[in-house]
């Protein structure tokens, strides 16, 4: 199973991107899909998950009500909208994804997308 994100890049302050991630190779069963983000020289840490099969959506206290995550109609895939970025969102941010595939439990990675919000 591989996690592959899409749609990051370089925007100003007060603008919009949306991130994809979509899971593919072996039969996969989502349960959670996740956003994670690194900036240079701290820790990652989780922006935003969902459950696949019912249960609320969460978000980090600095993204709340500017970051939506939205399932897609493709199956297991995920999409990030981030509104509103700040230079402080600056970061590689990767999917993640928590399933089953053949009756065994996975975590699963992308190799991360990075976004970079000017001032």
């Known amino acids: 199973v591989q996690l592959v994100e899409s749609g990051g890049g370089l925007v100003q302050a007060g603008e919009s991107l949306r991130l994809s991630c979509a899971a593919s190779?072996?039969?996969?069963?989502?349960?959670?899909m996740s956003w994670y983000r690194q900036a240079p020289g701290k820790q990652r840490e989780l922006v935003a998950a969902m459950p696949f099969r019912g249960g609320r959506t969460s978000y980090g206290n600095s993204v709340q009500g500017r970051f939506t995550i939205s399932r897609g109609d493709a199956e297991n895939t995920a999409y990030l909208q981030m509104n509103n970025l700040k230079p402080e969102d600056t970061a590689v941010y990767y999917c993640?994804?928590?399933?089953?595939?053949?009756?065994?439990?996975?975590?699963?990675w992308g190799q991360g997308t990075l976004v970079t919000v000017s001032s």
């Open positions: 190779g072996s039969p996969f069963e989502v349960g959670t």
């Open positions: 993640s994804a928590y399933g089953t595939s053949f009756s065994e439990f996975l975590e699963v």
